[in-house]
């Protein structure tokens, strides 16, 4: 006989879960003292269950390795569904642990008792519940399994408390078997290969899915010369330094010569990719040509645009079926050239002095360069996600790690706790919200206390930039998005974290360096950055763009009338 407990630690350590991310409770306290006891799986206390899941979701995207949030019933999940909400539209695996309520009590109104499974059905690919303490073990490996396999999602398992409690029976031996993805359909590569070779110029569109192909992607966007744009996510699969690569998106969230060479391709190859509503900016970023459409889970392609060839299929296989069939081109080099020269052109104008603060893009290249290559960003919903996809250059997947289709607030700075976690050797810079950052920022506690080397650049307007900026383009004026003002450096200190000010471009080069060597001594940092946002990125552009022209013609004239109107009054 074992306890239940030592069961639930089994299947983690088996399953090479390094971090239980959570807060323990009456429920689970079986669990935590198991956890006290192992050299390989580890107890992370965190403020709020929310940073949890974040943190989770942030250890797998940085490092590949399945992380577990460890919740109480009822109000610890309610808590942490933000997290796992992102972590199931941004496709990423995780075990949400969680526990119930006594199963062998008749007394009803038990504490916490919700019917947790219904809650967080809907955003995980799977819940489960163990009906006796033999299935516990076999349960939580079946579902990490399910988590994995296919389009990775976060799944759920549910463990009463009595299970915890009481000793149970062994469990039967687990018979694990690999995983292992259908090859693709031969006559589907056939067909999409066929297209590729008539087109005179297709263009390569590579989300996140894309990863597992590796410098295969390389050698297919060369041997189609092939100009290369990402998806939010995908940003890093396709190397930025490559002469092929264009930018993270092609539409109308893209700059000029990105949306002209894109326009100029007469066909589309989409792999591991959704054409979701923000990489496209509202779906304004319709494939140029035929569409070629791969990706692992079999409702995506051609869901949102139709496709000629559609196809479930493993990035990496698919990929190494069409280099197969593909003849090489010879080097396009005046493409090189175009993309050489556009790319050129954006960056002086996204590195333009700012008068008034911190140029965003300064800042995105300083910390490049001081803290190197192999560093990880994290970012939060809104104006940071889009100046960091369109400001960093990254020649790796994993490197900047955003909620994107979920679009959660408060996600930089747990997250970027839960990277370095997992990543301990790699240098971590949050860039987060001012916003977002009242809503985890308190996570500096936890990053203090375990000793962990982040950089937190709170990028710091005053308002909810993004929403501000629609608002003041759409209606002319701000409504409830100024925040009120808060000391930063008092919360910081309160904390037991050194707080630097950033005030302007001038003092960029001297700010991050010494935010580096703090982080070098093996401590976190936060910087209060004066950031001007008075550039719009192109995704804000783009956007508003799109919507705008997809309104009717009365409603358009009402929206310009009203802000137009406005803007004099106010002048």
């Not at 879960?17 to 992370?44: K, Q, W």
């Not at 002469?243 to 591991?272: H, K, S």
């Not at 971590?428 to 950089?455: I, Q, S, Y």
Request: hydrophobic share 45%; glycine share 10%.
């Amino acid at each position: 006989m074992t306890a239940g407990a030592a069961l639930v630690l089994r299947a983690l350590e088996d399953e090479g879960i390094r971090f239980a991310f959570g807060i323990p409770g009456t429920h689970n306290i079986e669990l935590y003292d198991a956890l006290a006891g192992s050299d390989r799986v580890r107890p992370i206390l965190v403020t709020d269950e929310q940073s949890a899941s974040f943190m989770a979701d942030a250890a797998w995207r940085a490092s590949g390795v399945m992380a577990c949030v460890n919740v109480v019933p009822g109000a610890g999940l309610t808590h942490a569904l933000s997290g796992i909400a992102e972590a199931f539209m941004d496709t990423v695996p995780m075990l949400v642990l969680g526990c119930g309520i006594r199963a062998d009590s008749p007394m009803a109104y038990q504490l916490h008792d919700i019917d947790q499974r219904a809650v967080v059905g809907p955003v995980t690919k799977g819940t489960f519940k163990p009906a006796n303490g033999e299935e516990i073990y076999s349960l939580i490996r079946r579902a990490c399994r399910l988590a994995r396999e296919g389009r990775p999602r976060p799944v759920f398992v549910e463990i009463p408390a009595n299970l915890y409690l009481l000793r149970q029976k062994e469990p039967q031996p687990w018979r694990e078997t690999a995983l292992s993805a259908a090859p693709p359909d031969a006559e589907a590569v056939r067909r999409a290969a066929e297209l590729l070779v008539r087109a005179r110029r297709p263009l390569l569109y590579a989300g996140l899915g894309a990863a597992g192909a590796g410098t295969d992607l390389i050698r297919l966007a060369e041997r189609l010369q092939s100009p290369v744009a990402t998806t939010f996510q995908g940003k890093g699969v396709f190397p930025e330094s490559h002469p092929l690569a264009l930018w993270p998106g092609y539409g109308a969230a893209a700059p000029p010569f990105a949306r002209a060479i894109a326009a100029d391709c007469d066909a589309t190859l989409a792999i591991g990719c959704r054409f979701g509503e923000v990489a496209t900016a509202s779906y304004g970023a319709p494939p140029p040509g035929a569409l070629i459409h791969a990706d692992i889970d079999p409702a995506v392609p051609g869901r949102n645009y139709p496709a000629e060839v559609a196809l479930t299929a493993d990035a990496a296989a698919f990929v190494a079926a069409l280099l197969e069939r593909l003849p090489p081109r010879e080097p396009d080099r005046e493409l090189h050239a175009q993309i050489r020269r556009g790319r050129a052109e954006v960056r002086r104008e996204i590195e333009a002095p700012s008068e008034k603060g911190v140029s965003p893009g300064r800042l995105l290249r300083a910390l490049q360069e001081r803290f190197g290559p192999g560093t990880i960003f994290t970012t939060d919903s809104g104006n940071g996600t889009f100046l960091a996809v369109e400001g960093l250059l990254l020649d790796q997947p994993g490197k900047l790690l955003a909620p994107v289709d979920y679009s959660c607030m408060g996600y930089a700075v747990p997250a970027a706790i839960g990277a370095k976690l997992a990543m301990p050797d790699a240098p971590v810079v949050a860039l987060a919200g001012d916003g977002a950052f009242l809503m985890t920022g308190l996570e500096l506690l936890t990053a203090a206390n375990l000793g962990l080397a982040v950089a937190i650049f709170v990028l710091r307007d005053r308002e909810l930039a993004q929403i501000a900026q629609f608002q003041s383009v759409a209606f002319g004026r701000k409504s409830s998005s100024v925040l009120p003002d808060y000391d930063l450096h008092s919360i910081s200190r309160g904390v037991g974290v050194e707080c630097l000010p950033l005030d302007s471009d001038g003092a960029i080069a001297d700010v991050v360096g010494q935010a580096s060597a703090i982080t070098s001594a093996g401590r976190p940092v936060v910087v209060d950055v004066a950031i001007d946002y008075s550039r719009k990125t192109f995704f804000t552009r783009g956007v508003v763009k799109t919507m705008f022209g997809r309104l009717p013609w009365p409603d358009r004239i009402r929206f310009a009338a009203r802000a137009l109107a406005r803007h004099i009054h106010r002048g």
